[in-house]
C-alpha cells in the first residue's frame, strides 16, 4: 500500500494543491495529514473563525480528491477540522482500517503556544496508555509530535517530541510512526518518518510493504 503523508502545511492552499496533483500522478492510495492543518487568512473578527472557515474550504478540497485521507490536528490548529465526509476521516484517539493496515491516531503535542491541541506530558502518557492495545505490526501510527529524540528538534539544543510517544512506541509493535511537528526535523530514521513540510512543497511517499520512501518536492 502506498499512502502520501504531510504536515504542518499551515492553511497554505497551493500547497494542498500541489499535494492532491501528487497523489494523482503517484497514484497512492491514501492520504495521511498529521497535524498544524489550518490558517488564518484575514478578514475575520477572530482567529477561531478565519480557522473554522479555512477548515470547510479545506474539506471539500481534500472530499474532491476521491481516495481515503486520514488527520490529526496539531498544535497551530485552533478548531477540529470536523469532516462529516467519509474519505476524510479524523483517526485521533480511534484505528481506522485500510486493507492490511491500520492507522491509529493521537493528535496533542507538549505545550507550546497555548494551543488547543496541547497536554502536559503526563496527560498525553496517559491518553496513549489507553490506545497501546490498538497497536500491532501493521499499525500506522500518527502523530503531530514526535517521539522524544528522534527527528525532534526545536529551537537551539532544546527537543520538541514526546517521552510518552516514545515510551509507548518503545514498547509496543508498529509498522510506521508518521509525524510532523519539528520543521527542521523532516526526514527518515528507522520506522519513524516527519513529513513536516513547514509550508513548503515536501511530502512522503512511503510503501507500507516495504517501507520504502521518497521525498517529494
Known sequence: MRI??????HGRRPIYDWLLAA???????AMILAGDLL?????FDTPEEAQRHDAEQLIGLLDAAGLPVLYVMGN???????????????IHGRR????????V???????????????PEAEIAADLAGLAALLDEDTVFVSHAPAFGILDPGFGEVRIGSTAVRELLDRNSFRAHIHGHSHAGFGWQGKHFNVASAGRARAMILDLETLRHCVLG
Open 4 to 9: 502520501l503523508a504531510i504536515a504542518d502545511v
Open 23 to 29: 497523489a494523482r500522478e503517484n497514484r497512492v492510495e
Open 39 to 43: 490558517g488564518c487568512p484575514d478578514g
Open 76 to 90: 497551530d490548529d485552533l478548531v477540529e477540522l470536523d469532516s462529516a465526509s467519509e474519505r476524510v476521516q479524523s
Open 96 to 103: 481506522a482500517q485500510l486493507g492490511r493496515f491500520g492507522f
Open 105 to 119: 491516531g493521537y493528535q496533542y503535542s507538549l505545550p507550546f503556544m497555548g494551543g488547543a491541541f496541547e497536554k
